[in-house]
């Protein structure tokens, strides 16, 4: 079975710092897909970055960076600069193909940034 | 606005109840999800449908039902209600095809049920 590791619960830091958060995820597939979504206190999910199993180039996109690694099975983020705004519960996911027709999300438990002023 | 809309935001109901949650799917997006978000259980898969046919179940209980309809738009049916249903549910929708693992799925505001 698919499963998703956040170990960070909560992170706090001060607005200009760099944020990292980090993922393990197990499966046996060997084509699979990486999310990371956002939600904020409003209470929506909010798509943010995606990268496939076959990818392992890190980029950068605005403020946020990922680090996917596939022989540790780690699939890190990074916010640099923090901004208030950024408070929210990050997820990770793990897109699984059920079968030839069918596909779902295995989230991880979110890990909770606040970055104070 | 990820153009996934839901309906109610809201909902307040007892034990025992039956309710109904309606979601929207963006325009041109085949695929509908429904996930559940409970304090102890998080985020969890319910069920996918795919142009009106079921393709993939998560951990949905018995007493909950869903269904696809031609123009798209899909409801998830509450029934036999208990107070450990209370959560956040989410609709998401995605473009589709076949095993679309690929496919970024776009997240409606959730409604919040509450059983009392």
Request: charged share 20%.
């Amino acid at each position: 079975a698919q499963k998703v590791t956040q170990a960070q619960t909560e992170i706090s830091v001060v607005e200009k710092e760099d944020v990292t958060l980090d993922c393990v995820y197990e499966t046996r597939d060997t084509t699979y897909y990486l999310f990371w979504y956002k939600q904020p206190p409003s209470g929506e999910l909010v798509f943010l970055i995606r990268r496939n199993s076959f990818d392992e180039q890190n980029e950068i996109s605005g403020r946020y960076s990922w680090n996917f690694q596939k022989s540790t099975s780690s699939f890190n983020f990074t916010i640099t600069a923090s901004q208030v705004v950024d408070s929210a519960v990050y997820f990770c996911a793990l897109s699984e193909a059920i079968d030839a027709a069918g596909n779902k999300l295995t989230f991880g438990g979110g890990t909770r940034v606040l970055v104070k002023p | 606005d990820s153009g996934v809309t839901q309906t109610p935001k809201h909902l307040i109901t007892a034990t025992g109840q039956r309710v109904t949650l309606r979601c929207s799917p963006r325009s041109g997006d085949l695929s509908v999800y429904w996930y559940q978000q409970s304090l102890d259980q998080g985020l969890q898969f319910l069920i996918q449908y795919y142009n009106g046919e079921e393709r993939a179940k998560g951990n949905i209980l018995e007493r909950f039902s869903a269904q696809q309809f031609p123009d798209l738009h899909s409801e998830l049916n509450l029934s036999s209600l208990e107070l450990g249903d209370s959560a956040l549910y989410f609709c998401a929708s995605s473009v589709g095809g076949l095993a679309a693992v690929d496919n970024e799925q776009f997240f409606g505001p959730g409604t919040r049920l509450t059983v009392l």
